[in-house]
């Protein structure tokens, strides 16, 4: 039996129901970027509990360092300078999985148990089963999973899985020296959301808002942004995410349909056969051909 | 060897070997890229030494199987050619699967059903190459919407394929006589009156025959 933290509710490529007794409680990371400095902190955290040293790049002249996400940068800071109404604002935002309700990458995801979501909503990749295809790529709305270039096993954020079953808050949360990250109970995190956003609101952020997107059901890492209505310009965080439809149709209609054509095909063949019996040259063509070849 | 000397040639031991090439390679890439499509075939992984190594050698298999088809298709196409009587073959063709093959239109070497079947699969085969290409990690990397895009074409494309070469090898096994051409690359006199009669004519020199 698992930790009742690690209880798995679903498991990539398993068509069988998880064992499902007990109850867990959804957990969420809240991400307030109103209150992030960009210091990084949570960054460097992420390497050091997860033992992740990414080779030393170089500096692209902004501050997003490394460049992009990596199978040994889990979590990123992203900083977008905005000139909105003539005054500069220094969007910075902690990119990394987001933990979706509904996971696109396990949805993909062909190797039984290489992608779980426990019942308290953290998805995890377990690596030891990853087969290296990047098809979780291929579904991920978020463009968060990346292919090791060294054992071709696809890394992303585990929300510290291993920390949260015995009762930790992730490394990044334990980190952040202003309190811009916050861990704990799914509800817990909407209600303290809630009142940052009435803060944030009575500063003259009409449009604060807590991004949650319901296309993948909700997320276990949620943003307070300031301009909820602008998704996009924090470093292009989608709008409105949702698993794309052609990964609907390749990982839903097509299977069905498929394995019911191939099983068809295999009955129909076979009970032509037995109904229909072999078509063999019949005894008169013999005779005929017998007549044709001697004269 | 020749087990009687009125047999027919129908296959020379190069078209022979390359359909046995094309044939071997679909049928590897075939299990290894079921194996990934669906659970249920996750245990033909086993066949391919793990999980890992079914999605490496997959699209090696799946390229061997494209290249290989490309190059019998150059062989074969002009037979492939379809003419008005392969048409009318192919309206007729419940006759034929009912058993009753005796008022079917002549056939030339290759009945209606037969090229119908070459034409959608070299347009199959080209649609994998191109859609296996853009989803090959290890190698390539695509813009994810063409991804996205060519993981649905190429596991619908590979599921009719696939059943097209089931129809194909049923067929094989249906009509008796039909599977030494592919073994010793002859068959007898009788199969190919009954079967392909304008061929057969234009191969005994019997009459009007036709290539065809
Ligand atoms: C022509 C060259 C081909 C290439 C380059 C290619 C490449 C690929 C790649 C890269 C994948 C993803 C899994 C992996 O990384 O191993 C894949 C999946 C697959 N391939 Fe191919 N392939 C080719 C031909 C074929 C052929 C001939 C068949 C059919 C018999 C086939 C059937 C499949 C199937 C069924 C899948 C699984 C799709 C899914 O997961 O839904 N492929 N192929
Ligand atoms: S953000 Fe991407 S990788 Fe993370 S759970 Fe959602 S689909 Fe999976
Ligand atoms: S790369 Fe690994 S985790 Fe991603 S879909 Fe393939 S097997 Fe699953």
Redesign the pocket.
Known sequence: MAWQSLDIQRRSATTTPAPGARQATEVAKLIDISQCIGCKACQVACMEWNDLRGEVGHCAGVYDNPGDLDSQTWTLMRYTELENNGRLEWLIRKDGCMHCQDPGCLKAC?APGAIVQYANGIVDFHQENCIG?GYCITGCPFNIPRLSEKDHKAYKCSLCSDRVAVGQSPACVKTCPTGALHFGSKEAMKDHAEHRIADLKSRGFSNAGLYDPPGVSGTHVMYVLQHADHPEWYSGLPRDPKISPWVGI?KGLAKPLAIGAMAAITLASLFHYIIKGPNEVSKETEKEVENETRS | MRRDPNDLDRYTASERVIHWVVGIS?IL??LS??A??HPAFWPFTMLFGSSIWT?IL??YF??L??VAFLVMAVWFWRLNRMNRVDWEWLRRVGEMVNGNDEHMPEQGKYNGGQKLLFWLLLFGTIL??FS??V???AWFHFDINQVRLA?VV??AV?AV??GLIMVHIYASIWVKGTIRAMWYGTVTRAWARQHHRAWYRYMTGLGNGQSR
């Open positions: 062909p295809c390749w | 679909f890439a075939g890229g079921l990934l499509f999605r997959h699209p799946g390229l199987m494209g994998l190459l296996g290409v989803i090959w990690r993981s190429h596991a590979a394929m696939i």
